[in-house]
T-cell receptor, first 116, second 115 residues
């Protein structure tokens, strides 16, 4: 079955350290992939997306992600984390449906804690 | 632009009561979605609608009904609320028609508690 796996439930990093959040997907064709961020009590905000072309995509707030087809991965990275990056991060894939649209399937999320 | 607007933001129900969560988008999107978010489980798709007049079941549809009233509005109804439906509910919309190269836009959520 098509799915998205985020193996890390919690990650703690020090402010200024680098960050990598892992995401693996299970889907036969070329996927449409997304990373979202959710601050406490808020909705989801798109960080970046991959559709095709360059496998390294840049997003907002200094985030980037790399699509690796051979590893079925789409890991999120940031060179230097700021305290304001503390939030929950979700990886998602868009899957085609028989009704002509796409549905978005999400991973279980990774909660990031940033130490001062 | 308001984007995706959900009402209410908070609600407490007693077991067996019914209620409707409202969602409206002003981006002229064709597709709309309802998700629930529970700790450790991410977002799970309840129902979605590809266009006005069509709805389809997602991963966890049991206990819910939906109505795509028009292109803007997509409501979620709980006919007989159960404690297991305590969750945060998110509505989303997208222009994903024929291609998935567009993101979903989310509302701020409705926090529902069933006692």
């Amino acid at each position: 079955a098509q799915s998205v796996t985020q193996p890390d439930i919690h990650i703690t990093v020090s402010e200024g350290a680098s960050l990598e959040l892992r995401c693996n997907y299970s889907y036969g064709a070329t996927p449409y992939l997304f990373w979202y961020v959710q601050s406490p009590g808020q909705g989801l905000q798109l960080l970046l997306k991959y559709f095709s072309g360059d496998t390294l995509v840049q997003g907002i707030k200094g985030f980037e992600a790399e699509f690796k087809r051979s590893q079925s991965s789409f890991n999120l990275r940031k060179p230097s984390v700021h305290w304001s990056d503390a939030a929950e991060y979700f990886c998602a894939v868009a899957l085609p449906t028989t009704s002509g649209t796409y549905k978005y399937i999400f991973g279980t999320g990774t909660r990031l804690k940033v130490l001062a | 632009n308001a984007g995706v607007t959900q009402t209410p933001k908070f609600q407490v129900l007693k077991t067996g009561q019914s209620m409707t969560l409202q969602c409206a988008q002003d981006m002229n999107h064709n597709s709309m979605y309802w998700y629930r978010q529970d700790p450790g489980m991410g977002l799970r798709l309840i129902y979605y609608s590809a266009s006005e007049g069509t709805t389809d079941k997602g991963e966890v549809p049991n206990g819910y009904n939906v109505s795509r009233l028009n292109k803007r509005e997509f409501s979620l109804r709980l006919e007989s609320a159960a404690p297991s439906q305590t969750s945060v509910y998110f509505c989303a919309s997208s222009e994903a028609w024929g291609t998935g190269n567009t993101e979903a836009f989310f509302g701020q959520g409705t926090r529902l508690t069933v006692v």
